[in-house]
């Protein structure tokens, strides 16, 4: 049977779906809840640590195999998405259980072992994180930065949940949370799979004025909103008064009942599976047919082939008035160009992204992952460490839907390019890094905050810009290879550099222990962090300033693209 014959799961019940899914993505980002264990049981130094969070990091991050896997299977719209979340589920089951036994020492093992353990339980993840985003992103290509802020705020968000089920169920014992961290996510991802894949035609509910597309991706913000304010409000009251277990067991229980509204997300969407808006047609059927009878009940401007648009970068004039109106968002794929993976690298575009993004993302790992030695050489209390790791997650949470949402919206109205925001971030965190060089117990708390927002922020942008700039054809392996460039940069950064310059200077204060206590033991390694998000600002605005004839002329064919699908909608039926 032709596979676009096999019914599809409706895309809006796939976008429900991957929500879920991507909740449980970022459980990487809880390393700091159990590496105290794994510290003390094996007296390991803040530099051998951090090259287990490294590895961990680097295990998240190496999503190249998961991008390259979806882009072969590209046609086969159900298996393609289903496959990257079932390898995901066993790689998270398998990593986590082996990754409990050996920090909890039923099974002994040497450094090395440690780390090659830490690899595989972080790559669980990043299937998580692919096959969510490359679908909705394909489903949705005309909403590219907010379905990228909601996915992507999901698995920022998924460390502040899991970490209030560390408080709630497990009382901040490691050694039980780091077994649930195995069985949980993929559990999740083995229900929902079979309600992810690619819907490759306009959807009929994608019409509808009463129910549209924006407004259930705001209902999914909302969602999110509520759900991370109410995790930071819990974290705060646990951390900061004498709260019992039995009230952080119900404060668990609280998070998890405010996900169920996520289901609104697909009511009256037309059922379970989708079903082809009649205004348009499919390309990817044989022959490209209309799914209409005749071309006479389309608008005019609709009406012609689909290589009749007159785009033009340099001039004022971007399209047309007579453009058609095409499948998807063709009109702003066009202006935007389709790069193969060797085309990317010799492509300046692209080094300048890896290297931004991997300052940007890389100093939010460091800062996440030395976050308890830094309360402790700063002399914060121990309740503080379970904060900074929900500040952080909830902001990064907030800076992905912030930097998704705001740039499209930016985008879509006034025509700023999204690289602007790249250089706002950029700046941002270099001068965030450069306060927490000179910080106190109670900065941290702001500072947690502020570096969560420019780290989740650069993770929206990262795929919106590299769709854009590089092309949806090849997409999920760009992106993934892209991946690469923040888990060198964590590595870098959070090992090298951070864990480095904590051994060193506790050896020169002759603190016991491998630790280090004082203002100094983190500050110079904060100072370059700094420098570097200075380049990366730099860099950043001059990749603004290379691309704003193009993103001008995106704004062009985004305007007539969603005026061609408004007036196709006002059609009255025959």
Known sequence: MPRYYLPKVNKFVTFAASLPIALSGGVGYCFG??????????NLSQGSLGLVAAAHNLGAYSSFISGILYDSLEHRHHVGPRLSL??????????????????????????????????????????????????????????????????????????????????????GHAGPFLLFLAWAPSTVALVLLPLVNYVHYVQ????????????????????????????????????????????????????????????????????????????????EEEGEEYLLSSEARLPHHTQGGAHDCDVSVDGTDVMDDDSPLITRDKSIEHIFPSLSIAECFVNTDFWIMAFVCG??????LAFLNNSSQLVTSLGGSSAMKSILVTFFGVASCAGRLLFGAIPEQMLHKHGLPRPFFLVFAAGCGCLTYAATAFANPLLL??????????????????????????????????????????????????????????????????????????????????????????????????????????????YGALRVFERDVDDADSIPPS
């Open 204 to 283: 009929s509910s994608e019409t509808h004025k009463t129910f549209t597309t924006d407004q259930r991706f705001y209902v999914a913000l909302r969602i999110i909103a509520a759900l991370s304010v109410y995790l930071m409000i819990t974290a705060l009251v646990s951390g900061l008064t004498d709260v019992s277990h039995h009230m952080k067991v119900w404060f668990a229980i609280g998070a998890i009942m405010l996900m169920i509204p996520v289901v609104a997300i697909s009511y009256d969407s037309g059922g379970l599976y989708a079903e082809k808006a009649s205004l348009f047609y499919d390309e």
């Open 33 to 42: 809840l159990w590496s105290p264990l794994l510290k003390a049981n094996y």
């Open 86 to 171: 079932l390898i995901g589920a066993l790689m998270n089951c398998v990593g986590f259980s082996m990754l409990w036994a050996a920090v909890t020492k039923r099974i002994e093992v040497a450094l090395w072992q440690m780390i090659l353990l830490a690899m595989v339980a972080g790559n669980g993840g990043t299937w998580y994180d692919t096959s969510p985003l490359a679908t909705n992103l394909r489903n949705f290509p005309a909403s590219r930065g907010i379905v990228v802020g909601i996915i992507k705020s999901c698995i920022g968000l998924s460390s502040s949940l899991y970490t209030e089920a560390f408080e709630g169920f497990f009382g």
């Open 359 to 364: 300052i940007g993302i890389g100093s939010g």
């Open 445 to 554: 708390y702001p500072l947690s905050l502020l570096a969560g927002l420019w780290f989740g922020g650069h993770w929206s942008l990262l795929p919106s810009l590299a769709s854009e700039l590089f092309g949806l054809e090849n997409f999920a392996s760009i992106y993934t290879i892209l991946q690469m460039a923040p888990a060198i940069a964590g590595y870098l950064l959070g090992a090298s550099l951070l864990g480095g310059t904590y051994d060193a200077v506790g050896k020169r204060h002759g603190d016991p222990g491998n630790t280090c206590i004082g203002s100094d033991c983190f500050r110079s390694a904060f100072l370059i962090v700094s420098l570097l998000g200075l380049v990366s600002t730099l860099l950043s605005f001059w990749l603004l300033k290379k691309t704003f004839k193009q993103y001008r002329a995106g």
